[in-house]
C-alpha cells in the first residue's frame, strides 16, 4: 500500500521506516528542510538502536522516500499517518495545534476514501474534531465531505526499542467510525495480523483514551515502586528482592517494577498530565494518577536531597554524573532527572563532569532552550574523563556501559571514592569489597 507520513520524529521515523519493511512504499514528510536533506543523505537525525540501518536498506529498495513537497505525492496514497508533536501546554494539557496545521494542510489533498490516521497522543475526542476540519476543508474545496475518514491509531514505541516494539507489537488498536476505514487500517497491519498479533476494532474515543491509560497506568506503577523503594530504605527491606517476588505474580507480571530516579521522557509527564487535564474538563477527579505524578515531581526534585543525606554538604566539591538521558539506548533528554539534578547541583555551588553515550548534544540544546546556563557544567568524552578528580559518582541512567566500570577505574581516577547508582545497576558486593562508598536505592 502506498502511505503518507507527516512527521519525521521519533515516532513518525520509527512507523514510516518499519512500515516500508513491512512490505508498504511509504513517503515521509517534514517541514523542516534541513532534517529531509539529511535524511536524504542517509543522515539519521536520531539515535534509535536497529533504525540507521533499516532507513539505509529501505531507501535503497525504494520503498521509503523522503520529502518536503507534500502537494506533489499525498494524492496518491491510501493513507496518511499524523505522526507530528503534541506537547503539553502551560496548564498540562496537549497543544494540539501541529496536528491540526497538519489535517488542515492534507485534508484538501489527499484521495477520496483514503484515510487520515492519528498516530499523535490525543486526548480523546480529537478524532471527532479532526472528521470536522478534515469536512470543512473539502466543503471549502467543493468537495464531498464525508469521503475522507479520521481513524485513530496510537503508538506503543519504547525510545531505545522502537523498532523492535513496532515489529512485534502486543496488539494493534485501530478506532474507527466506518468499516470502509476500518478496512484501509487493517490492511496496513495485515502482516501482523496474520502472525496472530491481537487487531482491536474500537471507536475512536476508545482508541484515543487507551493510549492514556496504558501509559498512566504504567507510570503510576512507577511511582508505585519508587514510594516501595523508599519504605524498603527505611525498614532494611531490600526492593530487588520486592520486586522480583510481586512480579512473579502472574496478575501483576515482572515489567516496570525497577525503581530509578522518577520517570521522564516525552510520553509518561505529558500524557499523564494531558489525562488529568481531560479529566478536569469532564469534572472527573483521578485522584491516582494525580498523585503518581506528584510523587514523581517530588522524587526529581529530590534526588540531589538523598545524595546529600549520605554524603553531606556538597558545595565546593567536584561530582561526576553518569547519565544526561532520560533513560538508556536513547538520545532524548525530555523531561530527564539529569536536568534536575544538575540545576540543583548547580545551585548548591559543585563542580560537575558529564557523561553520556549518546546524549550531550540533546542535552545542550535543551540547556539553552531552557536558558540555562552553568559555568560549573563540563561534558567529558568518556567515563574514565568523567571521573577525574571527582568527590563522588552519581548514576541516573542504566546504559549497559556503566555497568562495566570498574573498582580500578573508581580507585585510579575519583579523589573520593564513593557512588550513588540511582538504577542499581553496579554490583554492590564488588565495591564495597575494594574499599569503595556504594549505595544503591531500595535497600
Ligand atoms: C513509554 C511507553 O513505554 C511507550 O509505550 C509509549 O509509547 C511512550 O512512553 P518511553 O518513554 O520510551 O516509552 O520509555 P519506557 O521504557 O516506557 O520508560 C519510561 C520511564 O520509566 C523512563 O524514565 C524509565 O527510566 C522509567 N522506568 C521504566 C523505570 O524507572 N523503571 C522501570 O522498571 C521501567
Redesign the pocket.
Known amino acids: 500500500m502506498k502511505i503518507a507520513i507527516i512527521g519525521t520524529g521519533y515516532?513518525g521515523l520509527v512507523t514510516g521506516t518499519c512500515l516500508s519493511e513491512l512490505g508498504h512504499h511509504v513517503i515521509a514528510f517534514d517541514h523542516d528542510q534541513a532534517k529531509i536533506a539529511a535524511l536524504k543523505k542517509g543522515q539519521v537525525p536520531i539515535y534509535e538502536p536497529g533504525l540507521n540501518g533499516m532507513i539505509h536498506r529501505m531507501v535503497e529498495a525504494k520503498r521509503l522516500y523522503f520529502s518536503t513537497d507534500i502537494e506533489a505525492y499525498i494524492h496518491e496514497v491510501s493513507a496518511t499517518i499524523v505522526a507530528v508533536g503534541t506537547p503539553s501546554k502551560c496548564d498540562g494539557s496537549a497543544d494540539l495545534s501541529y496536528v491540526e496545521v497538519a489535517i488542515k494542510r492534507i485534508a484538501p489533498l489527499v484521495r477520496e476514501g483514503s484515510i487520515i490516521i492519528n498516530k499523535s497522543?490525543v486526548p480523546v475526542g480529537t478524532a471527532f474534531k479532526t472528521s470536522q476540519w478534515i469536512n470543512d476543508c473539502l466543503k471549502a474545496k467543493g468537495k464531498k465531505q464525508g469521503t475522507v475518514h479520521a481513524v485513530s491509531n496510537?503508538?506503543?514505541?519504547?525510545?531505545?526499542?522502537?523498532v523492535e516494539?513496532f515489529l512485534n507489537p502486543d496488539r494493534v488498536i485501530i478506532g474507527v467510525s466506518s468499516d470502509e476505514a476500518f478496512k484501509i487500517a487493517r490492511d496496513i497491519y495485515a502482516p501482523f495480523a496474520a502472525k496472530g498479533v491481537p487487531i482491536i476494532k474500537t471507536n475512536t474515543q476508545t482508541a484515543e483514551l487507551i493510549?492514556y491509560a496504558?501509559?498512566a497506568y504504567?507510570?503510576t506503577r512507577?511511582s508505585f515502586?519508587?514510594e516501595m523503594s523508599d519504605l524498603c530504605e527505611k525498614t532494611e527491606a531490600d526492593i530487588r528482592t520486592l520486586s522480583t517476588a510481586i512480579g512473579l505474580d502472574k496478575r501483576i507480571g515482572p515489567?516496570?517494577?525497577?525503581?530509578?530516579?522518577?520517570?521522564?521522557?516525552?510520553?509518561?509527564p505529558k500524557?499523564t498530565r494531558a489525562l488529568l487535564d481531560t479529566a478536569k474538563q469532564y469534572k472527573q477527579d483521578m485522584s491516582i494518577v494525580r498523585s503518581s505524578v506528584e510523587s514523581n515531581d517530588l522524587r526529581k526534585a529530590n534526588l540531589l536531597e538523598r545524595v546529600k543525606q549520605k554524603w553531606g554538604a556538597l558545595s565546593g566539591l567536584r561530582i561526576s554524573l553518569f547519565g544526561l538521558t532520560?533513560?538508556?539506548d536513547?538520545d532524548?533528554v525530555r523531561?530527564?532527572?539529569s536536568f534536575d539534578m544538575i540545576k540543583n547541583l548547580h545551585h548548591e555551588n559543585v563542580e560537575m563532569s558529564v557523561f553520556d553515550p549518546q546524549g550531550a548534544d540533546n542535552f545542550k540544546i535543551m540547556l539553552k532552550n531552557f536558558k540555562f546556563e552553568s559555568p560549573l557544567l563540563h561534558y567529558s568524552k568518556d567515563m574514565s574523563e568523567c571521573l577525574k578528580g571527582s568527590d563522588g559518582l552519581i548514576i541516573l541512567?542504566?546504559w549497559a556501559q556503566f555497568s562495566t566500570l570498574l573498582p580500578e577505574d573508581v580507585k585510579t581516577h575519583m579523589r573520593h571514592a564513593r557512588i550513588f547508582d540511582f538504577?542499581n545497576i553496579l554490583d554492590e558486593k564488588i565495591f564495597l569489597e575494594a574499599g569503595i562508598e556504594y549505595q544503591g536505592i531500595g535497600y
Open positions: 515516532v497522543t496510537p503508538e506503543f514505541l519504547r525510545e531505545g526499542a522502537a516494539d493510549k496504558a501509559n504504567l507510570a512507577l515502586i519508587n515489567h516496570f517494577l525497577r525503581p530509578g530516579p522518577g520517570y521522564g521522557g516525552s510520553c509518561f500524557d532520560f533513560k538508556a536513547t532524548d523531561e530527564t532527572p541512567t542504566e538504577r
